[in-house]
């Protein structure tokens, strides 16, 4: 069931509910491009024992699109998170996030670990260990630099005149193994269509602070975020990994430990896509973990 949810945050998203509110809750956070049917194939399995939100966060599909790069701010997402959780009547829940949803969901945990229970992160790098690797590690800058294509207003320019069908088949669907057709090709092309959707999504890379160094060229200054201390993720954390991820390298996955120091990784044999292309593989390591 898709219900349409007006937040004191100043937006409405459409969410996905499903389960019984009685059941330990879970909020499920999408990433780039997607929307709440990244968890197609997981929803109907946790709300069985689970009472489950997966959102279309601001900006995407449906849900409201604010105006201006600040809106998409990471605060400003965190708090509709808060705000979806507060509407339900929900205390502490487990926060599940893939890719921008996982960058979102690594925040929030962070910041409000009396809210977050529990975290589950799905190919989405932590921020100290991302923007590291983009400092050190010449294979993740490099795989990193459409980062900096998004952040350009010419990219606009460009899905206006190659549209997006090019779109999908260039930056989307080239990083899942099957192709998208039919149903799914319908769908994404409708949600990408959306008035002011493709700018609203693309406003999350351009109002981020993670710094992206060109693959050769003058070194920027170090971020101050890599030597000040930074602080653990005290819940307990599963990290799911696409090891076969082009975009997110597994060195994503180097010293996380340090950070999350009650931290599970699973590594799966899928791309960065990994919740639409084996979403049984997420779910059964999600269960062998204990939700």
């Keep these: 069931m898709i219900d349409r949810i007006a937040l004191p945050t100043g937006v409405e998203l459409d ?22 049917r990244t968890w197609r194939g997981i929803v109907p399995d946790l709300a069985r ?21 600040q809106s998409y701010a990471p605060d400003r997402i965190v708090a509709d998170v808060l705000a979806l959780a507060d509407y339900f009547g929900i205390d502490r829940f487990t926060l599940v996030g893939h890719d921008w ?19 589950v992160i799905v190919n989405a790098p932590h921020p100290f260990v991302f923007q590291r690797s983009l400092f050190d590690d010449r ?10 294509a998004f952040r350009s207003t010419g990219f606009d320019a460009w899905l206006a005149e190659h549209g997006l069908d090019t779109f999908l088949g ?10 998208i057709a039919g149903e799914d090709k319908a769908a994404y092309l409708d949600e990408w269509s959306q008035p002011g959707a493709m700018t609203a999504m693309l406003n999350w890379y351009r109002v981020s602070s993670i710094v992206v ?12 975020l890599l030597s000040a201390p930074f602080p653990p993720v ?10 076969r991820d082009r975009a997110l390298l597994p060195v994503q996955l180097d010293g996380l430990g340090q ?33």
Excluded at 57 to 67: D, F, H
Excluded at 102 to 107: D, Q
Excluded at 139 to 148: H, K, L, M, V
Excluded at 215 to 223: F, I
């Design 101 to 119: 949803g996982g960058a979102i969901a690594w925040m929030t945990a962070l910041s409000r670990p009396d809210r977050v229970n529990r975290l």
């Design 139 to 148: 294979e993740q800058r490099q795989a990193s630099q459409y980062i900096t």
């Design 170 to 179: 260039s930056t989307f669907a080239s990083h899942v193994v099957e192709a």
């Design 234 to 243: 005290t819940q307990d954390t599963l990290v799911i990994w696409g090891m």
């Design 49 to 69: 024992d689970h009472f489950v939100l997966a959102p279309d966060q601001r900006g995407y599909a449906r849900s409201s699109k604010p105006a201006g790069v």
């Design 15 to 36: 969410v996905e509910v499903a389960g019984d509110p009685s059941h330990p809750s879970m909020i499920l956070l999408h990433g780039f491009p997607e929307s709440h």
């Design 259 to 291: 950070l999350v120091p009650r931290l599970t990784v699973e590594k799966i044999d899928a791309g960065h896509f990994v919740p639409w292309e084996k979403p049984d593989a997420v779910l059964a390591a999600m269960r062998r973990w204990g939700i």
């Design 213 to 224: 160094p060109p693959v050769d060229g003058p070194q920027l200054p170090r971020p101050i």
